[in-house]
């Protein structure tokens, strides 16, 4: 950690659940469903947060509250000592979790998941038990 920047305890917390797709306001999304994306990880947030020159600690031993297998979350420092934003783009904790969802889909990691996932040959079988035998 640098020396200059803040105590981790005052950062900002972006738990994964905040942005996923998969789950229901009650279940913990803080975004609009148009806007999430499918299961993040925090390591897919945390290369996002790097990309947005933002200061970031990824938290793994910790579990989101409301459901504790949901393990990992990243804190996150948005602004400066004097109250300006590392990035200006990115001034609040709702616009950093809409600018980490746009980005996490094209995470290079992503990318190179999905494609075996996609290839499915699963066509009729002929098992021979309901025709006639030909002898």
């Keep these: 950690m640098d020396k200059d920047l803040p105590s981790i305890k005052k950062w900002v917390v972006l738990y994964p659940v905040y942005i996923n797709s998969k789950k229901t306001v009650a279940e913990g ?20 947060c790097s990309h947005f020159k933002v200061p970031f600690a990824i938290e793994i031993d910790k579990a989101y509250p409301r459901d504790f297998f949901q393990r990992g979350r990243v804190r996150v420092l948005l602004k400066k000592e004097d109250g300006t ?51």
């Design 29 to 48: 999304r803080r975004i609009a469903l148009e806007k999430a994306c499918e299961n993040p990880t925090c390591a897919e947030i945390g290369d996002c």
């Design 85 to 135: 934003p590392f990035n200006p783009a990115i001034a609040t904790r709702k616009q950093l979790m809409l600018r980490v969802a746009e980005l996490v889909p094209r995470h290079p990691g992503r990318t190179k998941k999905q494609e075996p996932a996609s290839t499915s040959t699963a066509g009729p079988s002929k098992s021979g038990k309901h025709g006639k035998k030909k002898r």
